[in-house]
């Protein structure tokens, strides 16, 4: 669908909100489109065109009602606004909408470009705290019936079929790449079987990755809730460490986001260098069907390459 025919679609659903709409751009181009709304009074939202067939109607509900309860906890999150009809969730043309509450602010960084923030470890540690206080909301939340979102548990991240694809089945991975792939995946098959009952497992964000983290006036703040899921708190943690490796202070930025965390919320961070694997190997698998997008291939190296280090460092730590 070109641009303009997106345009018309947005202005379509944007009708089915009571909102009075003066101006519609598009935001972002990610895997949902996303649009700004600016009222007449100046009021800023955001309406999302969610991705056609990612998620289930259910799911999708399920992650509306979770975003509105961290919101109404006090968490910087977008909240969801009602339509006329007072739905979270709209029809329009065949495809999924939703309207949310626009953030200010800016990103904390984008993939692959040194970061550029002011107190760096002071971030690093608000940022801990902010994915703690996520999951303490998240655990003392009841949530409504039919609630179902994706599970990032032991089969999501190594069965056969894992949530985001067969990472060692990567059609370009060279023969000893893959060697070391379904070694390492057998071996955190293994451990992770073993730790699975120590370890802290709930609902969690599950993509607080630079371009999902906006800082406003130094708050924290997280948007793009589309792959929220049943995992393990470390794999949140392990999300927003895994592209920040390359930095100089890495090892000072990773003990600022655990010494955050720690601040309101106890976490074992024995196992945190599995979960950066484990998380490394999932964009593996998630870069296949996007390989024919633009720099598909040269993300689809990087993330092998990463993905590699990372397991024969783990393997090597055994």
């Not at 953030?103 to 984008?110: D, H, I, S």
């Not at 040194?114 to 002071?122: D, F, Q, V």
């Not at 590699?308 to 393997?315: C, H």
Request: hydrophobic share 45%; aromatic share 8%.
């Amino acid at each position: 669908m070109e641009d303009a025919a997106w345009l018309a679609l947005a202005r379509e659903a944007a009708s089915r909100w009571p909102l009075s709409v003066e101006r519609i751009e598009l935001a972002a181009r990610r895997e949902n489109k996303v649009f700004r709304l600016i009222t007449v009074t100046g009021q800023h939202f955001a309406l999302r065109v969610h991705r056609a067939g990612y998620r289930s109607d259910a799911e999708l509900a399920s992650e509306l009602a979770w975003m509105q309860a961290l919101s109404r906890g006090g968490l910087a999150v977008p909240a969801p606004l009602a339509s006329l009809e007072g739905r979270m969730l709209e029809a329009v043309k065949g495809q999924r909408v939703s309207m949310l509450s626009w953030l200010a602010g800016v990103p904390l960084g984008r993939s692959g470009t040194p970061l550029n923030i002011a107190s760096r470890e002071g971030v690093f540690r608000a940022l801990g705290q902010t994915l703690a206080r996520l999951h303490n909301l998240s655990d003392a939340w009841s949530p409504p019936p039919g609630f179902t979102r994706p599970q990032w548990g032991l089969d999501g991240l190594l069965g056969p079929q894992p949530l985001w694809g067969s990472f060692w089945a990567h059609p370009r991975l060279e023969a000893v790449q893959r060697r070391t792939l379904e070694r390492a995946r057998a071996a955190a098959i293994d451990a992770l079987g073993g730790w699975m009952p120590a370890l802290d497992f709930g609902l969690i964000h599950a993509d607080a990755v630079r371009e999902n983290v906006l800082i406003d006036q130094g708050r924290i703040q997280l948007i793009d809730f589309d792959d929220c899921a049943y995992g393990f708190r470390l794999f949140d943690l392990a999300t927003a460490l895994l592209r920040n490796r390359a930095e100089p202070d890495y090892p000072a930025l990773e003990a600022a986001l655990c010494e955050g965390y720690r601040s309101l919320r106890v976490i074992d961070t024995g196992q945190l260098q599995l979960f950066l694997m484990l998380r490394a190997l999932t964009y593996i698998g998630w870069i296949v069907p996007r390989m024919d997008e633009e720099g598909g291939v040269e993300r689809s190296a990087r993330f092998v390459a990463t993905g590699i280090e990372l397991a024969e460092a783990w393997l090597g730590s055994r």
